[in-house]
C-alpha cells in the first residue's frame, strides 16, 4: 500500500497545484509523454501521485481510494451531501476562486432578490403553463439553497457546459452556475442576484476519513503533511 | 418468520380490516411519471424520492406515496362515492440518515366521499386509533384549513392573498410576506430605486429568454399597485400569529380559536369544521377530551393536506418516524382531476414500524 494524492488531470487547475505542491517544496511531475495520465512525486517516499478528473475526486475521496485529493469546495459539496463524515478539510489553496451564483437576464429589471425571482416564477409559471426552468450543473447545491429560501414553481434543467448560452436558447429562463470574474454573465447579459450567492468556491486540499492506512501509510501521509506545513 | 414475512402478514391483516371496513383493494405501479409529482411538489421531491429514466418516456419516480396515483385512478374513473386501500413499497431516498429505510411498505385507506366530511375525517382516524390501539402511541391532530381560510379572508388585496396562500408550507416564506405585507420589513434599497425609476428599463439588457418585456413590465406594474396598498392590520396580523400558537387539547383548542374568530371572522366555518369533527370523532368512541391539537400541525411535511391532519408517533422513540399519518387533501383532486373534484381523506400506516413496535425486530 502506499498513499494515494489525487490531483486534477489537466488545465489551469493541475497546473497551479504543481505550483501549490512545488512551492512548499514537493515536486509533482508529469511522464514525459504528456498525453499519458501518469504521474510522480518526488522526494516523498511511500506516497503515489494519481492524476484525476477533478469532478470525480470527491467520490474517490469517500469511497477511500484516494487518502488525499485536490478539488474544489463546490465539487464536494454537490456530489457528498455527508462530506464532513467522509472528507476533512486540510487546506484552501487560495486559487480556483469560483462563486455559484443564481443569474437572471438584466431585461429583468424587476429581479434583484431570490423574494423577486419567487413571485416571478409563480408569475411565469400562470402564463406559459410550466415552471421557470433554472439551468445548471450544481443540483444538490441550488436545490437546497432554493429550499431553505423557501422559492417555489421552478424547474432545475440539467446544463453540463456553456450555461449561459441555455436562455438564449429558450431551454430556461435563468442558470445557476459557477462565475469568477462575472464577464461571462454580462457578456451574455445576465445579472446576478443580490443575495443569489449559493456558495464560495476554491481548489482545496482534502483527506478521506475513510481510506484504510498501514503504520507505514501514516509515517508516509505524516511526512508528507509535515512538508507542505500541515503537520 | 422473517422480519420480511412478518412484516407482509401485518400488512396483509391491514388491508383487509380496512377491506372490511368497505374499500376495494386497489394496485398502483411502482414506477410514476416524475412530470405529475414535480409539478405538483416542485423539485424539492427530487430530494425525497428516487428518479429514473430511459429514452422513451423520460423520467419516472419510483413511488415515494400512493395517494396521488390513487386519486388520479379515483378521478379518471372512480365510483362515487369510493372507499380504497393498498399495500405496497415506496420508495424514499435518503442522503443523510443511514437509520431511515430507502423503502417500506404503506398500507392504506382513502375515503372519497361528498356526504359528510367531518364524518369522512373522523371514520379514518377511528380505524387507525382502533387498529393502532395496541401500541404505545401518542395522535396528535391538527388542521390546516384554518389558517387557509384565514389567509383567505384578509383585508387585502386578492394578489396578496394568493401569494400568502401559496407559501403556507413554507413558514419562512410566508412569514417573509407577512412581514412586508404588514410594513413591518424595509423595503428593499433596489426595489424602492425600481418603483421610484421614471424609466425602469433604462439598463435593461436586450430581450432575452422566453420571460419577455411584457412581462417584466406586468409585475413592475403589480409592485406598483402593491406598493399604494395599505398595510395588513396588526390585529389581523395578531390573529394569524394566535393561530399558529393554538396547541391545547382538542376541547380548549376549539375554545380558543372561537376567541380568534371574533377577530377574524372568515375562520368561523373552518371552527365549526373543527368542531363538528369533534362531535363525529366522539360519536366512535374518541376520547377528545385528551386529544392534542395543534393548529400547525404538519405544515411543513404534510404539504398537498388542506384540512384535518393527524398523526401517530411512537412514545419515547423520537428517533423513528411517524408509524402513522394522513389527512385531508380536497385541492389534489381539484388539481388531478381536470376540472372535477371530490372532498378525500385518507391516511398511512407502517407494519414494518408496528412489527418493531410490537417487539418484532426490525
Known amino acids: 500500500m502506499t498513499v494515494r494524492l489525487g490531483v486534477p488531470s489537466k488545465g489551469r487547475l493541475m497546473d497551479k497545484t504543481f505550483d501549490w505542491f512545488a512551492a512548499r517544496g514537493v515536486r509533482l511531475a508529469r511522464s514525459a509523454d504528456q498525453r499519458e495520465y501518469a504521474a510522480q512525486i518526488e522526494g516523498i517516499g511511500g506516497v503515489s501521485l494519481v492524476l484525476v478528473s477533478a469532478g470525480e475526486v470527491p467520490r474517490d475521496l469517500a469511497a477511500g481510494r484516494l487518502h488525499l485529493g485536490v478539488t474544489g469546495t463546490d465539487l464536494v459539496r454537490e456530489k457528498l451531501p455527508r462530506w464532513e463524515q467522509q472528507l476533512r478539510e486540510l487546506v484552501p489553496m487560495g486559487f480556483g476562486e469560483a462563486n455559484l451564483v443564481l443569474a437572471v437576464p438584466r431585461l429583468w429589471v424587476d429581479v434583484d432578490t431570490l423574494d423577486d425571482l419567487d413571485a416571478a416564477a409563480a408569475a411565469f409559471r400562470a402564463q406559459h403553463g410550466w415552471r421557470l426552468r433554472i439551468a445548471t450543473k450544481y443540483h444538490r447545491l441550488v436545490r437546497d439553497f432554493l429550499r431553505e429560501a423557501g422559492v417555489a414553481d421552478y424547474a432545475l434543467v440539467d446544463s453540463q457546459g456553456a450555461t449561459e448560452g441555455t436562455i438564449r436558447n429558450e431551454t430556461a429562463e435563468a442558470i445557476a452556475d459557477i462565475t469568477s ?39 508516509a501521509l505524516s511526512a508528507l503533511l509535515g512538508r507542505i506545513g500541515l503537520s | 418468520m422473517t422480519d420480511r414475512a412478518r412484516i407482509q402478514a401485518e400488512a396483509t391483516r391491514l388491508r383487509a380490516v380496512f377491506e372490511a371496513a368497505g374499500a376495494q383493494v386497489v394496485e398502483t405501479p411502482i414506477l410514476q411519471p416524475a412530470e405529475t409529482l414535480l409539478d405538483l411538489y416542485g423539485e424539492d421531491i427530487r430530494a425525497r424520492a428516487y428518479v429514473t429514466t430511459d429514452a422513451l418516456r423520460g423520467e419516472q419516480m419510483l413511488r415515494p406515496d400512493f395517494t396521488v396515483p390513487v386519486v388520479q385512478m379515483h378521478m379518471a374513473h372512480g365510483a362515487d362515492p369510493a372507499r380504497y386501500t393498498y399495500s405496497g413499497e415506496v420508495f424514499r431516498r435518503q442522503e443523510l440518515n443511514e437509520d431511515r429505510a430507502n423503502e417500506y411498505i404503506q398500507v392504506g385507506y382513502e375515503v372519497f366521499d361528498r356526504t359528510d366530511p367531518e364524518a369522512a375525517d373522523a371514520e379514518v382516524f377511528a380505524l387507525f386509533r382502533d387498529l393502532l390501539a395496541p401500541l404505545p402511541l401518542q395522535a396528535a391532530t391538527g388542521d390546516i ?32 410576506l407577512l412581514d412586508r405585507f404588514s410594513g413591518r420589513a424595509a423595503v428593499p434599497p433596489a426595489r424602492a430605486a425600481l418603483l421610484a425609476a421614471a424609466d425602469p428599463f433604462i439598463d435593461a439588457g436586450p430581450e432575452l429568454g422566453l420571460r419577455s418585456r411584457t412581462e417584466v413590465a406586468a409585475r413592475i406594474a403589480a409592485l406598483r399597485a402593491d406598493a399604494a396598498e395599505p398595510p395588513l392590520s396588526e390585529h389581523e396580523i395578531a390573529g394569524l400569529d394566535a393561530i399558529l400558537a393554538t396547541r391545547e387539547t382538542l376541547p380548549f383548542a376549539l375554545e380558543r380559536l372561537r376567541d380568534i374568530a371574533v377577530d377574524l371572522p372568515a375562520i368561523s366555518a373552518a371552527v365549526d369544521r373543527l368542531d363538528r369533527r369533534a362531535e363525529r370523532l366522539a360519536a366512535r368512541g374518541v376520547d377528545v377530551d385528551n386529544l392534542d391539537f395543534e393548529a400547525s400541525y404538519g405544515r411543513t411535511q404534510m404539504e398537498y393536506y388542506d384540512g384535518f391532519v393527524f398523526g401517530f408517533t411512537a412514545k419515547g422513540r423520537p428517533d423513528l418516524p411517524p408509524v402513522a399519518t394522513g389527512g385531508r387533501y380536497d385541492a389534489l383532486t381539484r388539481q388531478l382531476g381536470q376540472g372535477a373534484e371530490i372532498p378525500a381523506v385518507g391516511g398511512v400506516m407502517r407494519p414494518g414500524l408496528m412489527v418493531l413496535l410490537q417487539g418484532g425486530g426490525a
Open chain 1, 181 to 219: 470574474t462575472g464577464d461571462t454573465l454580462r457578456a451574455n447579459h445576465l445579472k446576478t442576484l443580490s443575495d443569489g450567492l449559493i456558495l464560495r468556491s476554491q481548489a482545496t486540499l482534502w483527506q478521506s476519513r475513510t481510506a484504510p492506512m498501514t503504520g507505514a501509510d501514516r509515517a
Open chain 2, 145 to 176: 384549513g384554518i389558517l387557509i381560510a384565514a389567509v383567505e379572508g384578509l383585508r387585502t388585496t386578492p394578489a396578496r392573498r394568493a401569494a400568502l396562500r401559496r407559501h403556507v408550507w413554507r413558514p419562512r416564506r410566508f412569514r417573509a
